[in-house]
């Protein structure tokens, strides 16, 4: 049975140096709150149910189905894993993965590993918990429903998260990577809805006591469902607007030095072509894009509080 | 003959093979950073950490094509940084058009992706080295060392120990559904996508359950041998001197690269 | 005769019952003393609650009744010490192997007993040795066979030097040559032994003392050859004759 690479896993050398370290500041970061998170959720038994759980996402990652062509869909598992083990444990779980594939199967990079478990293990967990979680007074059928678009999200975010990254290290242009990046996975996405949405509803016959408001609640706060709101509104306006108005954000990302951060020539075969570096030291750069994240941040939970009282209200109703 | 499939490691003797576990990993992804910051066109370091892959590779007795044949498995991942060809601007190379594209290949472009190619390959290699030569718990042991957390290492122990058992289900599984995947003569078997879909998301909600399950009896079989709540690892590996002479060395020679590649 | 019962004393249930959560009573009073030495065969058919017993020796299932092992009274605290006094090994050894090397899975017993590393090492080593798989120290679990892995899971308790072997259905699974290998290893081996089985020649070859149990109940204990002759009471409870 042939392993195949799939399309998110970046190899190493298609970040530059910078991209993968900002990235694995941010993996390390959050990984570090998951660790000591997930001791108080799910108590002793977490190491083995964690364990396995990574073997079983590893392993449903072969359940193939063919979808047109040649191609196939499969699953990444990041939103399922966070509906069922919590977002924290979810992420764990996800890395082990990403590392074993990494690792033993040179499926995604070592240097860059900190962006792929970005990509497709924190991104997807957060997206995944965080709108299920705010769906969960609601009838099953509503829940299913979350919980197929959060999978397709988490895969469009992973997507956008790589041909970002892509784009910054100066190995892709913009408008290319995400269309290409997007287009692909908004069918792939598909696919990880659909079987998402199967196999939940399969638990739910079998072993509701697993998806429970009780123990999923239990698992993490309402804080999530703002994470996840974020994040997959900045999935939905970055998309469109970087795929059709890339030179906008180009010209943004050069003004910060991001684009061309990276080697020169040792020998000079660029002859009459200047690239402006305006004021771009490392600091500049990390202080505009923080700035950037707390605005885009500002302008969404008040999107997220909206939508949570919304579903507060309707708890109280039902 | 299944778990062949997921053991990339070749037994053997060589020194390489004898070489500290943790030696390896931190050369390995010194090695692959390296060549992360290696300029483009740096193309004498780019040749001396060729030779060094070959070097490690003849030092694993496994043959000096080994990695070589391997090595491209990232490259499809190559098609993201085509547009590098067009994009950075330089002088051209050549130009032609494509759909309803003038597209423009410059120096600099090629230059560009020619580098972002290599580093790949180059990187690529010595990672299917590592987990060539050091056997996969040995470098789990590797990791623990280097202080990644140690749930961290304990999820991908359990991951790598039952790995080949869900994969044994999941082909069993697979090859239930294909012995009922038949079809009768002038109809247009299959089902649609979204049936295909709810039957692939069925194993996977009954791949979960049995995976539960068998963490349920897992945890047993722990708490039956003392777990209480803590974990506990042991792995008595005992460096030699020599092991440190050689990842000094290599060390120094990823230093040499880094100097050739920017002069 | 009672005096030195309760000297060497191994295990002592008293009055065991035990219902699951789902309301499914699965032990009904069940009394049953095993002194140093014992070598028992657990049989019954299927749902008989020999496992659910099983459980209760070290403290997985909490029923209500008195549990002592080697005299000392199971209770929430002494827990780790009745699982490193009591040697339980499961049916399916992908349960009870959850390590990837043979060795680091002998280790977890006495390393989670405290033990400091060298102890844990010569441990290893000695478990090992006694069921003469010395040479697969450094394999990697999942490459074992059925019959190899079963012989490392008894080595994975042997390892913390209990007091009394429990195995759940050793021979299960076993291809003819591995199941005489499991039989001569178990023959060997100088420890209290209560094993649970459906394999009745197991039984008739290995343990001199049989309990038989049907529906939550002992409904037997006494000397094999006698059990074993009474092919109506077999038949009663589900049982064949050798």
Known sequence: ?318 | ?263 | MMDNHTHNSVVNVSDLHFSYPDGHAALHGVSLKLCAGDKVALVGPNGAGKSTLMLHLNGILDGDGGIEIGGMRLTRDNLPVIRAMVGLVFQNPDDQLFSPTVFEDVAFGPLHMGLPEEEVIARVDSALEAVRMSTYRDRLSHHLSVGEKKRIAIATVLSMNPKILILDEPSAGLDPRARRTLINLLRELPITMLVSTHDMRLVEELFPRTVVMDDGRIVRDGPTQDILEDERFLNEHGLEKP
């Open chain 2, 1 to 263: 003959m299944h778990s062949d499939l997921f053991d990339r490691y070749h037994h053997g003797h060589s020194r390489l093979h004898h070489l500290d576990p943790r030696v390896k990993v931190i050369v390995t992804l010194a090695f692959i950073l390296s060549n992360a910051l290696l300029p483009d066109g740096a193309w004498i370091a780019f040749a001396l950490a060729w030779l060094f892959v070959i070097f490690a590779t003849l030092m694993s007795g496994l043959g000096i094509g080994f990695t070589f044949k391997r090595s491209f498995i990232a490259f499809p991942f190559a098609l993201a940084a085509i547009t590098v060809l067009f994009s950075i601007p330089g002088q051209p190379v050549t130009s032609f058009r494509f759909l309803m594209w003038d597209l423009t290949i410059t120096d600099a472009g090629l230059l560009r992706f020619v580098s972002i190619v290599i580093r790949s390959w180059l990187s690529v290699q010595m990672a299917i080295l590592l987990v060539a030569a050091t056997e996969f718990p040995k470098i789990i042991h590797a990791l623990t060392h280097l202080r990644v957390p140690i749930i961290i290492t304990v999820i991908i122990s359990f991951l790598y120990r039952y790995l080949f058992v869900l994969t044994d289900e999941v082909m069993r599984m697979l090859r239930a559904r294909q012995a009922r995947s038949g079809a009768a003569p002038g109809v247009r078997s299959g089902g649609s996508v979204a049936w295909r879909a709810r039957i692939a998301g069925h194993m996977a909600g009954q791949l979960f359950l049995r995976s539960y399950e068998r963490s349920d009896r897992v945890y047993n079989a722990m708490l039956a041998r003392g777990y209480k709540g803590e974990l506990m690892t042991i792995h008595p590996h005992r460096y030699q001197k020599s092991d440190l002479v050689i990842g000094g060395l290599s060390i120094l020679v990823l230093f040499m690269m880094q100097i050739a590649g920017r002069f």
């Open chain 1, 1 to 318: 049975m042939h392993y195949a690479p799939a399309p998110l896993h970046i190899p190493d050398g298609f970040l530059n140096f910078i991209v993968s370290l900002i990235c694995w500041a941010i993996t390390v970061a959050v990984l570090s709150m998951a660790i000591s998170r997930t001791n108080k959720s799910l108590g002793e038994k977490q190491v083995p149910l964690m364990g396995i759980m990574a073997a079983f996402i590893f392993a449903a990652q072969m359940i193939n189905f063919p979808v047109a062509g040649g191609t196939s869909g499969h699953l990444l598992g990041g939103a399922l894993a966070a509906i069922v083990l919590g977002p924290w444990a979810a992420m764990l779980v996800m890395t082990a993965v990403i590392a074993v594939q990494a690792l033993l199967f040179q499926d995604g990079g070592l240097l860059v590993m900190g962006a792929n478990i970005l990509n497709m293990g924190l991104l997807t967990s957060a997206i995944g918990y965080g709108l299920y979680r705010g769906v969960l007074g609601n009838s099953r059928s509503v829940k299913l429903t979350v919980a197929g678009v959060s999978a397709w999200l988490s895969v469009m975010a992973g997507a956008l998260g790589t041909a970002l990254q892509l784009w910054l290290s100066g190995t892709s242009s913009l408008q290319t990577v995400v269309l290409a990046m997007l287009g692909v996975h908004a069918v792939i996405g598909i696919g990880e809805a659909l079987i998402t949405v199967a196999a939940l509803s399969f638990i739910f016959q079998t072993r509701p006591d697993l998806l429970d408001e009780k123990s999923i609640s239990a698992k993490s706060g309402r804080g999530w469902v703002v994470v996840g709101v974020v994040i997959s509104l900045a999935v939905v306006l970055l998309s469109p607007f970087a795929s059709a108005n890339p030179d906008g954000l180009e010209r943004v990302a050069t003004d910060m030095g991001f684009i061309n951060a990276g080697q020169s020539a040792p020998f000079q075969i660029i002859s009459d072509y200047n690239i402006p570096f305006l004021g771009a030291t490392p600091l500049s750069t990390i202080l505009a894009g923080v700035t950037g994240v707390l605005v885009v941040l500002g302008l969404v939970i008040v999107a997220g509080k909206s939508l949570q009282q919304k579903s507060q209200i309707e708890n109280r109703q039902s």
